[in-house]
Structure formats: C-alpha cells, structure tokens
C-alpha cells in the first residue's frame, strides 16, 4: 500500500515537471530578458532560407516588422484553405508594416511547386522550402501560423486559423 502511494506521489512530480517544461514557464533569463524559444511569449530564433526566386533573406531582416510565417506543404489540403486566407490578409494590409513568409517543411517539395503555388496565388510574399526552420520552430502540424512582433517576439501560434480570426491578431499588432 506504502508502495502505491509513493509511486502515485512520483508520478504527480512527473507530470507537474513536464507540464512545466511543456509550457517553458520561466522563459526568462537571470537579466529579466526574454529568452529564444518556440512559444508565445519568446524571442523567435532566427534562421535563413532562399527563396523561390533565389534570394537570401532572414528573420533578422525583418526587424522593427511584423512577420507572419504560414508553416505549410504544397500537398497540405487545409494549407491551401490557409494560402487562400493568407491572400486576404495581405491585400487589407498591404500599406502597413506586415511581412509574410510561407515556408514548406516537406522534404519532397520542390522550388518549382511552391513557385506554382505562389503564382496560383498571385502571392507577392515569399515562399521558400525550410525543413531545417520547421524543426526549429517544433512544427509537427501544418499549417501552422507564427506572427512575430517587431521585436522579434512569438505573440501568436496556432494551427488553421480563419481569416477573422487572423485578422484580429494582426490588428492587435499592427
């Protein structure tokens, strides 16, 4: 009986200590400083890609900018439910200080099938392949959306969002 109490008492430790780590509480350094991470709340660790047409960009580029980055695969059914929204979003804000970047973390996809998408699209955002990025960022669903703030900071993670939804996001920031 002793024995059961015990083992009940550990498992309660287990699960507390990985619900803590799971939600990265204390995300904070020693400086108060926001450390890199994955999470809401974090400093967005920075990466470069090239994009579809062969230019080099990072996240570092888009300082002082909001950044919303569509984590996605060309054979994503709700992916292109997500381009489609994505499309909207950048017509409404077009003149205010948004970038955004769609990213496939498929290992299969090719520069010419996000190019194609991209032009279905009739997207002026940049697409680029990133497995490396998905990994990064702990991506295991597509789509998922981050939106960064101007200081580089995760303020939004979420898989399929609606279009009234993300726009309501992009408002508080924008």
């Known amino acids: 009986m002793k024995r059961n109490k015990v083992f009940a008492l550990l498992l309660v430790i287990v699960i507390i200590a ?6 990265n ?3 904070r350094n020693q ?3 926001i450390q890199t991470g994955v999470s809401v709340g974090e400093k967005a660790p920075i990466f470069t890609l090239n994009d579809t047409s ?3 960009f990072g996240l570092e580029d888009f300082r002082g900018k909001v950044v919303l980055i569509e984590f996605m695969s060309t054979s994503c059914i ?6 489609s929204y994505l499309v ?3 017509e409404e804000f077009s003149s205010s200080n948004l970038e955004i970047i769609s990213i496939s973390i498929s290992p299969s996809d090719t520069e010419s099938q996000l190019q194609a998408i991209k032009n279905d699209l009739d997207a002026d955002w940049r697409f680029a392949n990133g497995v490396d990025v998905g990994g990064i960022y702990e991506i295991t669903d597509i789509p998922t959306i981050l939106i ?3 200081d580089g900071v995760i303020q939004h993670r979420s898989g399929l969002i609606s ?3 993300l726009r309501s996001e992009l408002e508080d920031l924008i």
């Not at 990985?18 to 939600?23: A, D, G, R």
């Not at 709700?78 to 381009?83: F, K, P």
């Open 18 to 23: 990985s619900v803590l780590v799971f939600y």
């Open 25 to 27: 509480i204390g995300t």
């Open 54 to 56: 062969g230019n080099e």
């Open 163 to 165: 279009e009234s939804s």
């Open 31 to 33: 400086n108060n400083q």
């Open 78 to 83: 709700q992916c292109e439910t997500q381009a």
């Open 148 to 150: 960064i703030d101007e």
């Open 88 to 90: 909207q979003i950048d």
